[in-house]
């Protein structure tokens, strides 16, 4: 039989005094920018060839939405760094929000 030490019910858990949070730093999060939307009919779809232009549901100049695991965290604008796209985070979803969206 193995003995174990009693835990104390006033103190916290964590590994060697980490913060908490810093145990969930390593995880990697599906990150994903939206553009817009639009609604096609298969046909249309079928007809799609090079050089063919979709209109989204949005102007150019409005913000992009960017996702983390398929829950909006901020808006953004897309810029150009070189020759490759980015996304400059211009609002930030409030921390309130984002926390809801993880509690539902």
Known sequence: ???FPEFDDATPTSFAGENKLDL???LKLNVFI???RTRME???ILDLERGYVI???KLASEPVD???NNKKIAEGEVVVIDKHFGV???NLVSAEERIQGIQQ
């Open 24 to 26: 969930l730093k390593d």
């Open 42 to 44: 298969i046909k249309d």
């Open 66 to 68: 960017i996702f983390v």
């Open 1 to 3: 039989m193995a003995d």
């Open 34 to 36: 939206e553009l817009g």
């Open 55 to 57: 209109e989204l549901d």
């Open 88 to 90: 400059r985070i211009t």
